[in-house]
T-cell receptor, first 113, second 115 residues
């Protein structure tokens, strides 16, 4: 069985400071991992994806994530938060050849001026 | 390029009423999905269709039916709406099936309230 745990339901940072959103996964098979962002009353947008090509994945808007197999983690980071980053972020896993995605419960990011 | 289009965007139903949520994608994707989003629970899969002509249950299928009308369209039907089905519904599609690694593209969502 596969699952994904987002370790913080809410994260607050000041504008210009680093962002860290934590995600751990469990999967019986070599997974694909994704981060999605959802702005208020909007659909979900793909930030980045891990597909086993490289452990450090760069995404849009300055976000990146590092796949650490030994720690079963896929944490999302950004060096400097911007007000427009305020949104909900979802870590998502697709184990092996599975047809569907499994979502974490989400992390609400607040960016303070 | 429209991507994934859902209709309607908002709907209020009375308990026991029925309705169909429509979804269409113009990316020639094989797989389509219906999710519901509830606070603190992420997105949960209701049904999915790996290819035209096939549908499978997801995590929370009770109270719903689906139809993969053709490659572009995947509809979700509530036969007798219940307050527990108040949620935001998202349709999504992805390019691959089986072993192909592919992210999903999402529609803008349908906000459904059952009173």
């Amino acid at each position: 069985a596969q699952s994904v745990t987002q370790l913080d339901s809410h994260v607050s940072v000041s504008e210009g400071t680093p962002v860290l959103l934590r995600c751990n996964y469990s999967s019986s098979y070599s997974p694909s991992l994704f981060w999605y962002v959802q702005h208020p009353n909007k659909g979900l947008q793909l930030l980045l994806k891990y597909t086993s090509a490289a452990t450090l994945v760069k995404g849009i808007n300055g976000f990146e994530a590092e796949f650490k197999k030994s720690e079963t983690s896929f944490h999302l980071t950004k060096p400097s938060a911007h007000m427009s980053d305020a949104a909900e972020y979802f870590c998502v896993v697709r184990p092996g050849s599975a047809r569907q995605l499994t979502f974490g419960s989400g992390t609400q990011l607040t960016v303070l001026p | 390029n429209a991507g994934v289009t859902q209709t309607p965007k908002f709907q209020v139903l009375k308990t026991g009423q029925s309705m169909t949520l429509q979804c269409a994608q113009d990316m020639n994707h094989n797989s389509m999905y219906w999710y519901r989003q509830d606070p603190g629970m992420g997105l949960r899969l209701i049904y999915y269709s790996a290819s035209e002509g096939t549908t499978d249950k997801g995590e929370v299928p009770n109270g719903y039916n689906v139809s993969r009308l053709n490659k572009r369209e995947f509809s979700l039907r509530l036969e007798s709406a219940a307050p527990s089905q108040t949620s935001v519904y998202f349709c999504a599609s992805s390019k691959g099936t089986g072993g192909q690694i592919s992210e999903a593209f999402f529609g803008q969502g349908t906000r459904l309230t059952v009173v």
